[in-house]
Structures are given as C-alpha cells and as structure tokens.
C-alpha cells in the first residue's frame, strides 16, 4: 500500500481504518514530517519503514498485521504510546530508553526474544504489556517506575527466570500478571498495593507463603495455582475478592485452613475458591469442614482436596 | 468419549486426569474451566465431565456456552 499526497507535511494523523480485503504491503511515513499519529490496526501490513524523519509522532497502533519487526524507535522521543500486539515480530526487545515520554507500550502475541527490557528509564510508563513472546532471562527492577498501573509479562517460551521483584513502590498498580513462566522465591509483598485489582502469578515454581492481603480492598482476582506455595501469611480478605485460585501448590492443612476461614470471615457470597489439585492439604474434616460449609451456604464454588 | 452432566454439584470428586467445567443455566456462562482439577467440589452451578478438552469444548459449541476472557491485554 502506498500513501502519496501532494503535501504530506501537513498530516499529523493517519487512520487507515479497516477495509475487506484488508490493506497490505508497507507503510512508509518518511514524508509526513509532522506526522503525530498513526493507526493501522487490522490490516495485513507487512513493514513499517523508518520513523526517523516523524520526530513528532506520539501515538502508534499496528495491532493484527503482518509486521516482522518494528523501526527503531529512538529518535522518536515524543512517543507516549505503542501498541503493536498480535503480529510476527520477532527481533529482541526493541530499545526504548530514549522514549522517556512513553505511557503505553504493548507488544502481546509476537515472537519478542532476548531479555524484558529494562524500563527503569520510562518513568511515564503507565500499561507496559509483552505477554506471550518468548523473552528470557530476569525481570528488571521496577522500583523507578512509580506510575506503572498494569505490567504484563505472561506466558513466555521458555520462561523468565529468577524472582518477580519488589513492587513496594508501585503504589498505583492495578494489573500484575507474570503467570506461565519459571519464576521461582516468594511472592511480592503486597502491602503498600492499595489499588491492585488483578493478580495472576499462576504456573511458575514459587515458593514460601501466599501474602497478607489485607491491604489490597479492591482486590478482585488472585491466582497463584500450579506453584511450590505452602503457607498463607495471614490477614483479613477484601470483601471484593471474588476468584481466588490456589489449586496444585502444597499448601499445609493449616494454610487451607485459615484461607477457608478468612473467606468466611469476609463475608460476601457467590465466588470461586479453588485450594484443590495435587500437592495442597485437604481442610480439617475434609469435606465437612466447617468454613468450607459456611462458604457452601453462601453460594461459594469451592473445591478443596477431599 | 464420555460426558457427564451433573446438576446438583454436592462434593463432586474429580481425578487429576478428567476436564470439567462449571457453568450457569441461565446465563449460559462458563464459571470456571475447562480445566483438569482433582478435587472435591461444591457449587450452585452446572458441572460438565469430560475425558478431554476438546470433549468440553464441543460441548460448549453445542449448548451456545460463552467463556469470557479473564486476561487483561
């Protein structure tokens, strides 16, 4: 696809919409200098050319193309957000430190590999999303990057390595999901959190205790199934918290025990509590346990080991 | 091939092995699952068992059942 104007200059943002059959080929924006924003999601587009000549551009979105690799973003100073999920990309992780203005950067479903980069430097950062790729390697600290409100760093081939580290600072986060790796130490202190909505760290290989959640009011999602977890550190439930998975760790009968017992304590009805699959300790009295009846009366789908 | 449908889901053992999902009646919605769980359940929705994934997938087709996605992107 070629986009020729007689005074491409003037252009600051391009929509190119969707259309049957769906647009292909590469685009090229050498020409539209003061160009801000770009929009070529659903498309079949197989290239982007240079953005070197776009020093103005803000916003990119190429979701659902063809693309197999991105331009160099760091002349691109200006750039808040990218979105370039579901494509063929498969380049190491692009280098965006010199993107410090960059709120959004999401690259869900290619073929990313080489280490997560390090966004300690993109202290604007807001949603950074790179699920399902195949990075390797650690995760960076995130201590510098206070504004973050979703990381996703799910499902890679292999797998990350190493611990999930300290988001003590991230006092506005809302979405952490790293499930599918091989993480492995202890769960993050979740203490300081207030705002943390969703938390999926399923399918790695932690270990130690399940964290106070005490702190985390609008907690609506945990999971932490398929890991070496085998104690709760205790503290009360949020009222929200509505789906907790903890099936297949080896959680002690203790630990099964006071989860059950905080979920009654909290209150609410309807929800899903799974402390079932291989590894984890049945409840005191198995399936007559007391809790586990309380939370059966309120609606609650529970699954524990019998 | 074999599906099991059970309606009053009262301390339902399931094997490591087996597929099941829960899911509402009336609003066609899928609770949890598919997945492969051991364990014992209670809940006030529908349990489908099947010994494979695909087996509950079919099933889902067939009854005009809807999953809705839990991952963020």
Same mark, same amino acid.
């Given at each position: 696809?070629?986009?020729?104007?007689?005074?491409?200059?003037?252009? *600051?943002?391009?929509?190119?919409?969707? !259309?049957?059959?769906? /647009?292909?080929?590469?685009?090229?924006?050498?020409?539209?200098?003061?160009?801000?924003?770009?929009?070529?999601?659903?498309?079949?587009? &197989?290239?982007?050319?240079?953005? &070197?000549?776009?020093?103005?551009?803000?916003?990119?979105?190429?979701?659902?193309?063809? /693309?197999?690799? +991105?331009?160099?973003?760091?002349?691109?100073?200006?750039?808040?957000?990218?979105?370039?999920?579901?494509?063929?990309?498969?380049?190491?992780?692009? $280098? +965006?430190?010199?993107?410090?203005?960059?709120?959004?950067?999401?690259?869900?479903?290619?073929?990313?590999?080489?280490?997560?980069?390090?966004? !300690?430097?993109?202290?604007?950062?807001?949603?950074?999303?790179?699920?399902?790729?195949? +990075?390797?390697? @650690?995760?960076?600290?995130?201590?510098?990057?206070?504004?973050?409100?979703?990381?996703?760093?799910?499902?890679? %081939?292999? #797998?990350?390595?190493?611990?999930?580290?300290?988001? $003590?600072?991230?006092?506005?986060?809302?979405?952490?999901?790293?499930? #599918?790796?091989?993480?492995?130490?202890?769960?993050?202190? +979740?203490?300081?959190?207030?705002?943390?909505?969703?938390?999926?760290?399923?399918?790695?290989?932690? %270990?130690?205790?399940?964290?106070?959640?005490?702190?985390? &009011?609008?907690?609506?999602?945990? *999971?932490?199934?398929?890991?070496?977890?085998?104690?709760?550190?205790?503290?009360?439930?949020?009222?929200?918290? !509505?789906?907790?998975?903890?099936?297949?760790?080896?959680? @002690?009968?203790?630990?099964?025990? !006071?989860? /059950?017992?905080?979920?009654?304590?909290? #209150?609410?009805?309807?929800?899903?509590?799974?402390?079932?699959?291989?590894?984890?300790?049945?409840?005191?009295?198995?399936?007559?346990?007391?809790?586990?009846?309380?939370?059966?009366?309120?609606?609650?789908?529970?699954?524990?080991?019998? | 091939?074999?599906?099991?449908?059970?309606?009053?889901?009262?301390?339902?053992?399931?094997?490591?092995?087996?597929?099941?999902?829960?899911?509402?009646?009336?609003?066609?919605?899928?609770? =949890?699952?598919?997945?492969?769980?051991?364990?014992?359940?209670?809940?006030?929705?529908?349990?489908?068992?099947?010994?494979? =994934?695909?087996?509950?997938?079919?099933?889902? =087709? =067939?009854?005009?059942?809807?999953?809705?996605?839990?991952?963020?992107?």
């Amino acid at each position: 696809m070629i986009l020729s104007l007689t005074s491409p200059q003037t252009i *600051e943002s391009i929509d190119l919409g969707t !259309s049957t059959p769906r /647009l292909s080929g590469v685009i090229d924006i050498s020409t539209f200098a003061n160009l801000v924003g770009l929009n070529a999601n659903e498309n079949d587009i &197989t290239s982007l050319g240079s953005f &070197t000549s776009n020093p103005n551009l803000q916003e990119v979105r190429v979701t659902d193309n063809l /693309l197999t690799a +991105l331009p160099s973003l760091t002349g691109n100073t200006n750039l808040t957000s990218v979105d370039c999920s579901r494509n063929n990309i498969s380049q190491v992780f692009p $280098d +965006l430190s010199s993107n410090t203005n960059l709120r959004v950067f999401l690259c869900f479903r290619n073929q990313l590999s080489g280490n997560v980069f390090d966004i !300690s430097s993109n202290l604007n950062m807001n949603h950074f999303g790179v699920g399902n790729n195949n +990075l390797t390697g @650690t995760i960076p600290s995130l201590s510098a990057n206070t504004n973050l409100k979703t990381y996703n760093v799910q499902q890679q %081939t292999p #797998g990350l390595t190493g611990g999930f580290p300290s988001i $003590d600072n991230l006092l506005d986060i809302d979405i952490v999901n790293c499930t #599918g790796n091989a993480l492995s130490e202890s769960l993050p202190n +979740l203490s300081n959190n207030t705002k943390l909505r969703i938390f999926q760290f399923a399918s790695n290989s932690f %270990t130690g205790n399940i964290p106070d959640l005490s702190n985390n &009011t609008k907690l609506q999602l945990f *999971e932490c199934y398929n890991n070496n977890l085998s104690g709760y550190a205790g503290g009360t439930i949020t009222s929200k918290l !509505s789906t907790f998975r903890g099936q297949s760790n080896i959680l @002690t009968q203790s630990a099964v025990n !006071s989860i /059950l017992a905080a979920f009654v304590a909290a #209150g609410h009805s309807g929800g899903l509590l799974n402390l079932g699959g291989s590894g984890n300790a049945a409840p005191t009295n198995g399936n007559s346990n007391s809790d586990k009846l309380v939370l059966e009366a309120r609606g609650w789908t529970v699954i524990v080991t019998p | 091939m074999s599906i099991q449908k059970i309606t009053n889901v009262d301390n339902i053992e399931t094997t490591q092995d087996q597929w099941w999902m829960l899911y509402n009646e009336s609003t066609k919605i899928v609770f =949890e699952g598919p997945l492969q769980c051991s364990g014992s359940t209670t809940s006030p929705y529908i349990m489908v068992i099947a010994d494979t =994934e695909e087996e509950l997938l079919t099933y889902i =087709e =067939e009854n005009d059942l809807v999953i809705l996605p839990e991952d963020v992107e």
